[in-house]
């Protein structure tokens, strides 16, 4: 399975911006999917999971109500809606996968995800 992270860009604090993560398999149904951020200088870190159904998701606090993560099976596509966007969200943002079926699992450690994406800049600016 191949993963392609898109919908970046530049917008200003407030806005809102869709992250996409498609993937190449039609068993991605089969997968829990996370995104995580690398701001510059800093370490990579966990942002939403969202478990293989969909019925399961979890966020990191700093993004509690403003962002959503879905996902379309039917397409093999991952989704993070970015709402009120802060100057703070600026980083590059990855999609990951991991294979768990049968399981309904979320996951936020880095080390639990085997499959990456290249990862899509967002860049809100104050």
């Known amino acids: 399975v191949q993963l392609q992270a898109s919908g970046g860009g530049l917008v200003q604090a407030g806005g809102s911006l869709r992250l996409s993560c498609a993937a190449s398999a039609r068993t991605f149904s089969r997968h829990t999917v996370g995104w995580f951020r690398q701001a510059p200088g800093k370490e990579r870190e966990f942002v939403a999971s969202i478990s293989r159904s969909g019925r399961t998701t979890v966020y990191t606090d700093s993004v509690k109500g403003r962002f959503t993560i879905s996902r379309d099976n039917a397409k093999n596509t991952v989704y993070l809606q970015l709402n009120s966007l802060k100057p703070e969200d600026t980083a590059v943002y990855y999609c990951?996968?991991?294979?768990?079926?049968?399981?309904?699992?979320?996951?936020?450690?880095?080390?639990?995800?085997?499959?990456w994406g290249q990862g899509t800049l967002v860049t809100v600016s104050s």
């Open positions: 990951a996968a991991t294979f768990t079926y049968p399981h309904e699992s979320t996951m936020r450690g880095l080390w639990e995800y085997d499959l």
